[in-house]
T-cell receptor, first 113, second 113 residues
């Protein structure tokens, strides 16, 4: 079993839709949770990070963590064609000095006009 | 501009011919890391470095070497490349006291024939 599971998609939605991207993780020792966005032929860029359970909002993006069920989500409101990318969830175990990010496989999102 | 620079962007080589992928960051980050990205497997850590002359193995270190002689540079060395090392490689760096996220380079697409 992978430590972080993520549905690879692809996910195709119309412009303006609310998008829900999800990951599950297996180890309750995981502390930080992050979402990265990766455009084609580019490196991943950090979108959001959170430490605790609950919601964190940044503009049209909301990250949600439920540590009791080991479930993390990213919601995108009013999705735009420019949101079309691969979204990677990642977590950081406490051990190892936060050096090691463990990534999900990524979900490819396409937002069509 | 704060960035991680990798070279080359694309490389095709033959089995057994030693190669080096360079990585340089201008953010004075202490932590640096190499990842490979493969379809369905996501990003997997190859090696990481917590500071000059301090390196350690990640999840998939076999067939790779690294060195950290200067803070800004973290080259990845393939002494005898094999076809199973055909992949997309990313170098990344982070500030240990920052938000926790890595800043990634634009990637190196390596093909070993």
């Amino acid at each position: 079993q992978k430590e972080v599971e993520q549905d690879p998609g692809p996910l195709s939605v119309p412009e303006g839709a609310i998008v829900s991207l999800n990951c599950t993780y297996s180890n309750s020792a995981f502390q930080y949770f992050m979402w990265y966005r990766q455009y084609s032929r580019k490196g991943p860029e950090l979108l959001m990070y959170t430490y605790s359970s609950g919601n964190k909002e940044d503009g049209r993006f909301t990250a949600q963590v439920d540590k009791s069920s080991k479930y993390i989500s990213l919601f995108i409101r009013d999705s735009q064609p420019s949101d079309s990318a691969t979204y990677l969830c990642a977590t950081v175990p406490f051990s190892g000095g936060y050096n090691k990010l463990i990534f999900g496989a990524g979900t490819r999102l396409a937002v069509h006009p | 501009e704060a960035q991680v620079t990798q070279n080359p962007r694309y490389l095709i080589t033959v089995t057994g011919k030693k190669l080096t992928v360079t990585c340089s960051q201008n953010m004075n980050h202490e932590y640096m890391s190499w990842y490979r990205q493969d379809p369905g497997l996501g990003l997997r850590q190859i090696y990481y470095s917590m500071n000059v002359e301090v390196t350690d193995k990640g999840d998939v270190p076999e067939g790779y070497k690294v060195s950290r002689k200067e803070k800004r540079n973290f080259p990845l060395i393939l002494e005898s490349p094999s076809p199973n090392q055909t992949s997309l490689y990313f170098c990344a760096s982070r500030d240990p006291f920052g938000s926790g996220g890595y800043t990634f380079g634009s990637g190196t697409r390596l093909t070993v024939v």
